[in-house]
């Protein structure tokens, strides 16, 4: 499966920003999908995954209450909204997809997509 991040940008502290992440190429539904970020000089870090249905999802704890992953099987798309943008929230931020139903490590994801940049910043 290939997939295409959009809706990165440069957006102020406590503003909102609603990532996306269009799939082609498999049944999108048959995948978990997750959200990445990495910010310069640290590593790739967890931040939100989806079950197959759409019916659980999982967060980190530095962005819960923060941050909405959701999916839209029939289009495709995996969205993450973005509310109280702060500027540590900085990366570029992945999409990927995974075969395990539950896969909160990177290292159960076998899909990724080439990354969209978030700038929190005034």
């Known amino acids: 499966v290939q997939l295409v991040e959009s809706g990165g940008d440069l957006v102020q502290p406590g503003g909102s920003l609603r990532l996306s992440c269009a799939a082609f190429?498999?049944?999108?539904?048959?995948?978990?999908m997750g959200w990445f970020r990495q910010a310069p000089g640290k590593e790739r870090e967890f931040v939100a995954a989806i079950s197959w249905s759409g019916g659980n999802t999982y967060y980190a704890d530095s962005v819960t209450g923060r941050l909405t992953i959701s999916r839209d099987n029939a289009k495709n798309t995996v969205y993450l909204k973005m509310n109280s943008l702060k500027p540590e929230d900085t990366a570029v931020y992945y999409c990927?997809?995974?075969?395990?139903?539950?896969?909160?490590?990177?290292?159960?994801?076998?899909?990724w997509g080439q990354g969209t940049q978030v700038t929190v910043s005034s």
């Open positions: 190429g498999r049944t999108f539904s048959r995948y978990a």
């Open positions: 990927a997809a995974s075969d395990i139903n539950y896969a909160r490590s990177l290292y159960e994801y076998d899909y």
